[in-house]
């Protein structure tokens, strides 16, 4: 069964400071690996995604995500945050023999920029 | 493009009533689908649709639930009667099929319920 997760409920980052908000997956074939992003009371919105070749992914907004798969993960990187970050943070994987609407989503991951 | 659009976006009702959410996926888009968010549960699928088509639908919680899609751009998520447990917020993806399963999903901005 395929399954997400996103460890950490919280990350607290000061503006200016790297970020990483975790993502781990588990799948029977090949991962296709998608981040989004919810700004309260939005939808969510689309970052990146990962389906095959490098493994460093970048997307919007200066985010970027390295997948790794002998550690099965998928982290979600910036080199300098931004207090407009501040956002819920959703890690999704979909196996690659799975039908275009098996996409699993993880609980989120809320991301706090302080200034 | 307007991107995914749905109806209402705040919705308050009392237990028993039937509630009725809709949503316009993005033109040119095969599937669609519905989603709730909830504090307790997180985002969970309720059902998706591909060419008006349910495809698959084990995420919609009970009987009370049921969703439509009489054409390529309009579906309903329909509930009733409804219950205070069915508070959450409600989105509506859509994704196209070309792509198939490289494709990420566009949400709509949702519609949040509450019932009393």
């Known amino acids: 069964a395929q399954s997400v997760a996103q460890p950490e409920d919280q990350v607290n980052v000061a503006e200016g400071n790297p970020l990483t908000v975790k993502c781990t997956y588990s799948?029977?074939?090949?991962?296709?690996l998608f981040w989004y992003v919810q700004y309260p009371n939005r939808g969510l919105q689309f970052l990146l995604k990962y389906i095959t070749g490098d493994n460093l992914v970048k997307g919007s907004y200066g985010f970027e995500a390295e997948f790794n798969k002998s550690q099965t993960s998928f982290h979600l990187k910036k080199p300098s945050a931004l207090v407009s970050d501040s956002a819920l943070y959703f890690c999704a994987v979909r196996d690659s023999g799975g039908s275009q609407g098996n996409l699993i989503f993880g609980k989120g991951t809320k991301l706090s920029v302080k200034p | 493009d307007a991107g995914v659009i749905q109806s209402p976006r705040h919705e308050v009702t009392e237990m028993g009533q039937e509630v009725t959410l809709r949503c316009k996926p993005i033109s040119g888009h095969d599937y669609l689908f519905w989603y709730r968010q909830t504090m307790m549960r997180g985002l969970e699928l309720l059902i998706y649709f591909n060419n008006n088509v349910p495809i698959d639908d084990s995420g919609m919680p009970e009987d009370r639930f049921s969703a439509k899609m009489p054409n390529a751009s309009f579906s309903t998520l329909k509930i009733q009667p409804s219950e205070p447990r069915d508070s959450a917020v409600y989105f509506c993806?859509?994704?196209?099929?070309?792509?198939?399963?490289?494709?990420?999903?566009?949400f709509g901005p949702g519609t949040r319920l509450t019932v009393l």
């Open positions: 993806a859509s994704s196209p099929k070309s792509g198939g399963p490289y494709n990420e999903q566009f």
């Open positions: 799948v029977s074939g090949n991962p296709y």
